[in-house]
């Protein structure tokens, strides 16, 4: 199944202050993440949240599963040393 990416408003503002180097890797897994969803169980959060997070680099992409509706939603996209203070 082929699930559509789609991004928080927040998210799109955030991914102009990446470098062209790092931005070129992120979107890469981004669109790669639509097409191949990793297992849920080795990329879901510890804690109760909805939220799965991927690498890239030093940062991570944190996203939310509806499959109920075949949607992947970018909740945020952040170095990996303060992503997680600013989840929702």
């Known amino acids: 199944m082929k699930y559509s990416v789609e991004f928080r408003p927040a998210v799109l503002k955030s991914l102009k202050r990446f470098s062209k180097k790092d931005l070129v ?3 890469k897994k981004i669109e790669n993440l639509g097409s191949n969803l990793p297992s849920p169980n080795t990329t879901k959060m510890k ?3 909805p939220f799965h997070k991927i ?3 030093d940062y991570r992409i944190i996203y939310e599963i509806h499959d109920h509706r ?3 939603l970018i909740v945020t996209v952040g170095h990996r040393r303060d992503v997680y203070k600013r989840l929702p």
Do not use: A, F
């Open 47 to 49: 804690v109760n949240n």
């Open 55 to 57: 690498r890239s680099g």
């Open 70 to 72: 075949l949607i992947i």
């Open 25 to 27: 890797k992120i979107k």
